[in-house]
């Protein structure tokens, strides 16, 4: 067991730990945020997807003590004040159905789309293959990363 | 309409919920929703309830589980209150079948199944809300009107109907109120997005997996990989040394672990040396053998110029929720609390009152945000085994499956073969039709009396089913049956229109004898415009099917090209009968073709030495943002009942994709998912 000081969602907290435990834990379990989520545990359907430093990381794969000093954000903190353009187009675009993997899909495509702000359907492709949706919600969210990120402009 | 006691329970019940699950610095994770809101309330039965703010609060007794329904029930009763959209809210209602009745979500049945009643629900607050300022106004009712949420009388002057509470509450529930014609609709039959859309995105939404209660421990269980085997001995040494596990014991399906969080529950599972008992050693090829050997009862059929037979194979399918299983059980001496995502939270009342000998009252059990069902979360032994592990540590206890154990401890959709025959005269028409359904294993010994599942006109037609033992368990999926009857069916259907020299949609049209079903198929084919030129490796393939109260067809478009198929593009033709929320409609019919591609492509749960061979989403593939075609779906409603709408959407998808590959290729699919190289 260690103590780690990270910053999540613009606030430093204090966690004890085992080295080798994933964020995704830490801040489910520990933390209490829950918004990130468990849908398997070994990197494959990016349900745990959170930014580290802004990049788009699987929290389920990063060990809390590899966190050091980059920032957490999770979709608890992504919007501040205002909603995310991100949360707002999914909100308008009616993405979710059951859900469970949209915190995933908007923190990945928030990351997305700070790389890159004008994405052809081929670059949304690529970036959001990582990150699997059961229900099958893949058309509105690709209509919604469009709609966000001609808001973002 | 509910009398004076169910008025009580529902009050006892929003007061009760939100309060007790709330824990002093986690500020979002409150099991259960709305606490108790403003004083004095109209609340005419348990369904709904009218605060002197105006909102409007549905509790829903339906599990929502991506389909929608906390929307489209809500929706129900707002349009016979004629309340103000943006003023509704909906609670989710706890499993408690004396109050509710029954609240099993599946078969596409909840808007079927209630409709009637919800409608009734708002209707009658309505009388009484127009009754109530009837009488402050000293006119008749019948003078009056209402509009969004606003009772207005003959001169114009209107009040509200939070202002209107206290006097609603002194009128008597009518017992005899009239629901609207469908041409009064505002509220039915307009888009609505999600009410949980904000919570979702947000990450406020609370499911099962989500909930934590002061003091609970987090609980996984290792489970014997082969189905029927027992733990024999447990070493548990390790597991224990690991820091943070609390606790290990078996319970009656495997080994338990108990720590002070999740990671530590898995570390723990990690380190355990468990003996397990032999069990069957079944393999999908035995079975598959087994299958084959036990096709053999046709329907006799009269010959014909031509005859055809087909085999189909279909795969076992988990459903692999996004959330997997998970609860959070508190048992007491006294009363058990419980916070899951059941789509029977009622049976799971009941059992885990039969569990713990206690009486049903005192179980209560909160239903939550399901991340997903597809028919996996009826069956409620997720809920049992928390139980087991927080009456033996006497504290609250989360137990979540794993993805591993999620995969390899489904209710599988059984694996299944079919056998088609069917006799042609010498025009092409069908004279006879045979099916033989063989699953492994058989459910309910499959008795399907004579329904034949078929639109078509065909003199001589029989369905026949039966099954082979496996020790796989099996439950249902995502449209159940038609899952495999339908792809089976719609299938053979495209093979006989070949043998026929027919198009496959004129062959179609030429026999189908359900009304409703032919005006999607042929407005989908020319949406579609089906039989326009395609590429080479290119083709097109319709299907289509009508049941759980709606009818669809689909035409699809796909490419096969590298030893990859990609289907390209999706139009469908709907027909709900009358549709609530065209948006949910969509979504459903979106969803709905996605699993379609799943497996028609990717999807398949094999068994080898008796235990599941995939285990995460790593293997047991499904689909991602690229598989997604270009998408076009329209509601052409034929009026009438409302329809249900979360399976219609899939049994026609993935068979309208094998007859593309067909187009494509000129061979046909006998096998799911399809590789190239087993087309035949
Ligand atoms: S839970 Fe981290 S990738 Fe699936
Ligand atoms: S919305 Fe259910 S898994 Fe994506």
């Keep these: 067991m260690a103590t780690y000081k990270i910053k999540v969602n613009g606030i430093t907290k204090t966690v004890e730990a085992e080295a080798e435990m994933p964020l995704l834990w830490a801040l489910r379990d520990l933390m209490g945020l829950t918004g990130t989520k468990y849908g398997c545990g070994i990197g494959s359907c990016g349900s745990c997807t959170v930014l580290l430093n802004g990049e788009s990381a699987r929290s389920c794969q990063t060990a809390i003590s590899d966190v050091g000093d980059k920032e957490v954000v999770t979709i608890e903190g992504l919007g501040g004040k205002e909603l995310h353009p991100l949360q707002k187009a999914w909100v308008e675009h009616d993405v979710p159905q059951c859900g469970f993997c949209q915190a995933g899909q908007i923190m990945a495509a928030a990351a997305f789309l700070k790389e890159t702000p004008n994405p052809t359907d081929a670059e949304i492709d690529e970036a959001m293959n990582a990150i699997l949706c059961r229900c099958g919600t893949y058309p509105r969210i690709r209509e919604a990363i469009k709609a966000a990120a001609k808001e973002m402009k | ?680």
């Design chain 2, 1 to 680: 309409m509910k009398t004076e006691v169910s008025r009580r329970s529902f009050l006892q019940l929003i007061g009760g919920v939100g309060a007790s699950f709330m824990l002093g610095g986690f500020a979002t994770l409150a099991c259960g929703e709305e606490g108790a809101s403003a004083q004095n309330p109209f609340a005419p039965n348990v369904f709904l309830k009218i605060d002197p703010d105006g909102v409007c609060t549905v509790s829903i007794a339906r599990s929502d589980m991506g389909q929608g329904v906390r929307t489209t029930l809500a929706m129900l009763v707002a349009e016979e209150l004629d309340a103000d959209w943006s003023m509704v809210k909906v609670t989710q209602a706890p499993g408690d079948r004396a109050t509710y009745g029954g609240m099993g979500t599946g078969g596409s049945s909840s808007v079927r199944g209630t409709n009637q009643q919800l409608r009734r629900v708002g209707a009658s607050a309505r009388a009484m809300l127009v009754a109530a300022a009837a009488k402050q106004w000293g006119v008749e009712p019948s003078a009056c009107r209402t509009e969004a949420g606003k009772v207005i009388g003959p001169d114009g002057k209107s009040l509200g109907y939070g202002a209107l509470t206290a006097a609603a509450k002194a009128i008597p529930i009518p017992t005899d109120v009239k629901l609207k014609d469908r041409s009064e609709f505002k509220i039915i039959g307009k888009p609505q997005n999600r009410v949980d859309n904000l919570d979702v995105v947000t990450g406020k939404a609370v499911y099962g997996a989500d909930v934590r209660r002061e003091g609970m421990l987090f609980a996984v269980c290792l489970r014997p990989s082969v189905f029927g085997s027992k733990s024999e001995t447990i070493d548990d040494a390790k597991a224990r040394a690991v820091p943070g596990v609390v606790d290990v014991f078996a319970i009656s399906s495997g080994v338990a672990v108990v720590a002070s969080n999740t990671w530590a529950a898995l570390k723990g599972r990690e380190a355990l040396e468990v003996k397990w008992t032999e069990g069957p050693t079944h393999s999908t090829a035995s079975l598959r053998e087994a299958l084959k050997a036990a096709a053999k009862d046709h329907h006799t059929m009269p010959e014909g110029a031509k005859r055809l037979t087909a085999n189909y194979e279909l795969p076992y399918l988990a459903h692999a929720t996004m959330e997997t299983l998970n609860a959070v059980a508190d048992v007491r001496d006294d009363r058990v609390e419980v916070c899951t995502g059941s789509q029977s939270p009622d049976s799971a009342q009941n059992n885990v009152a039969r569990a713990t000998g206690l009486t049903a009252d005192k179980v209560e059990i909160h239903n939550l945000l399901l991340g997903g069902g597809f028919g996996r979360k009826f069956s409620n032994e997720w809920i049992g085994e928390a139980v087991e592990i927080s009456k033996r540590m006497k504290k609250p206890v989360q137990l979540l499956w794993s993805r591993e154990c999620d995969i390899q401890h489904d209710l599988y959709r059984p694996m299944s073969e079919h056998v088609l025959s069917a006799t042609l005269d010498a025009e092409g028409k069908p004279l006879g039709f045979s099916h033989q359904y063989l699953q492994a294993p058989g459910r309910g010994n499959g008795d399907y009396g004579t329904n034949t599942y078929l639109p078509y006109e065909v003199p001589s037609a029989g369905l026949r089913s039966a099954g082979v033992p496996s020790s796989v368990p099996t439950g249902a999926w995502r449209s159940v049956e038609h899952s495999q009857i339908i792809v089976a069916n719609e299938c053979f259907i495209d093979e006989l229109a070949h043998a026929a020299g027919k198009d496959p949609f004129e062959f179609r049209k030429s026999i189908l004898k359900n009304e409703r079903l032919l005006k999607v198929l042929i407005s989908a084919a020319e949406k579609a415009q089906w039989g326009k030129t395609m590429p080479k490796g290119s083709g097109q393939g319709i299907a289509c099917f009508e049941g759980y109260g709606s009818r669809i067809a689909h035409v699809v478009e796909v490419t096969v090209k590298d030893d990859a198929i990609r289907v390209d593009r999706m139009v469908a033709v709907v027909d709900a009968g009358t549709t609530i929320n065209p948006r949910g409609v969509e979504a459903q019919i979106q969803g709905g073709f996605m699993d379609g591609i799943a497996t028609a492509l990717y999807a398949e749960i094999n068994i080898d030495g008796g235990a599941v061979e995939e285990s995460n989403w790593s293997d047991y593939g499904w689909t991602r943002m690229s598989d997604t075609p270009k998408m076009e779906i329209f509601i052409e409603d034929s009026g009438g009942a409302f329809g249900g709408m979360g399976e219609v959407g899939y049994p026609s998808a993935p068979a309208a994709i094998a007859n593309a590959v067909f187009a494509a290729t000129g061979k046909r699919v006998r096998k799911f998912p399809i590789r190239l190289s087993e087309l035949v």
